[in-house]
């Protein structure tokens, strides 16, 4: 490689002979100080009762088997558009959603929102039916996969637009403090959606606002096909928020203890006022972007290796071992699982299709 020409040399510069006016010295000298920013607790892993820890294997277990289904009943035409699996996810959700207040608080995210709707209780009758497009839906069947809504549970979406969320869940959390109710936002969003403008927009409001509000970036590695190595220049997500003085935890995704303990900092500091936080939880999707992605992105051999190394399953799978929770209980369990997860299929299938009539019900029109 041919190297570059030299840069003709310059003459030195001579000294002023001036010195500067003692008014820019007292000026540079009167500067404040940056504040000494608080820090939030490192978060400890959180110690989970014998039938704490039954709950979450049984929740993550019903995200991966009712993921599993709607995977198949995508590959038999009754589950149509886009639909993305949240299996290897399982942790993040049941983790954090575990230590709402399920009578006040609320929680908003993007497409791949099955898991976080099954972790917040809601019937998978319902959520199935609403994949496969069908009347008795939670939203009529006029959702789908990405656009599940319970104004009731306190879950606000679903939303296809990319970063969409987030300003819309500062929003949920300015009704928050508006009204005095003690809730507080869980807005979740992907590595990917962490490069979108309006989610700094977001984070500038809620910090000069306080608002009660958890920002969540649950970073599967990917996006939707490119590395976030690729495609982040700081790909350290937790600290995306430090320039508006919000402060960053990163989180093991996969540990659904881990993330249980991040979750009592994080709602600790949010509740006193301090203002929002951010979690960066570093977790792994299993299968594609969605179904229609063959992920030829990465290997065979890297999914296996944290399928082997990381499963959230798995590992909570020892802690019930230690609790002294037999094999054969855990296998009963899973069997009352798929059960369910069957039974929310039938259901689905045998459910009617919403009427025609119900193209133009739900829809906001006015006159001008």
Not at 3 to 26: D, E, N, Q, V, Y
Not at 32 to 45: I, Q
Not at 283 to 296: E, F, L, N, V, W
Not at 350 to 361: A, V
Request: with cysteine; hydrophobic share 35%; charged share 25%.
């Amino acid at each position: 490689m041919a190297k570059a020409p030299a840069s003709p040399k310059r003459a030195p510069r001579k000294s002023p002979a001036k010195k500067p006016p003692a008014k820019s010295a007292a000026r540079k000298s009167a500067a404040p100080a940056a504040p000494n920013r608080e820090r939030p607790a490192e978060p400890d892993r959180y110690t989970a009762s014998k039938d704490e820890l039954l709950e979450y294997y049984r929740q993550m277990l019903l995200i991966r088997r009712f993921e599993e289904k709607a995977g198949q009943l995508y590959g038999l035409g009754l589950i149509g558009g886009f639909c993305h699996l949240y299996i290897g996810q399982e942790a993040v959700a049941v983790g954090l959603q575990s230590a709402l207040d399920n009578d006040k608080d609320s929680v908003i995210t993007g497409y791949r929102d099955h898991g976080h709707m099954l972790a917040y209780g809601l019937d998978p009758k319902v959520i199935m039916a609403e994949l496969t497009g069908r009347a008795a839906g939670i939203a009529q069947g006029k959702g789908g996969s990405m656009h599940m809504f319970s104004v009731e549970k306190r879950f606000y979406g679903g939303h296809g637009i990319v970063g969409a969320q987030v300003p819309l869940g500062s929003g949920l959390a300015f009704a928050h403090k508006y009204r005095g109710d003690g809730g507080v936002c869980l807005a979740y969003f992907g590595d990917g959606a962490a490069n979108q403008g309006q989610v700094y927009e977001a984070f500038n409001m809620a910090e000069l606002w306080k608002l009660p509000i958890i920002f969540v970036i649950e970073n599967n590695q990917y996006a939707m096909g490119t590395s976030v190595n690729r495609s982040s220049a700081e790909d350290q997500l937790y600290r995306r928020g430090e320039s508006f003085r919000i402060p960053g935890l990163q989180i093991n995704g996969m540990d659904v203890l881990e993330v249980r303990g991040a979750a009592e900092v994080a709602l600790d500091w949010v509740r006193s006022g301090k203002g929002p936080i951010l979690l960066e939880l570093k977790t792994y999707r299993y299968r594609g972007h969605s179904m229609s992605d063959p992920a030829k992105y990465r290997s065979r051999e890297e999914v296996q290796s944290v399928r082997e190394k990381s499963d959230p399953i798995e590992a909570i799978k020892k802690e019930l071992e230690a609790a002294g929770v037999s094999a054969e209980d855990m296998k009963a369990t899973d069997k009352e699982i798929k059960a369910i997860v069957a039974e929310a299929a039938d259901f689905a299938e045998s459910s009617p299709e919403p009427h025609p009539d119900e193209l133009y019900t739900d829809v906001l029109v006015e006159q001008y």
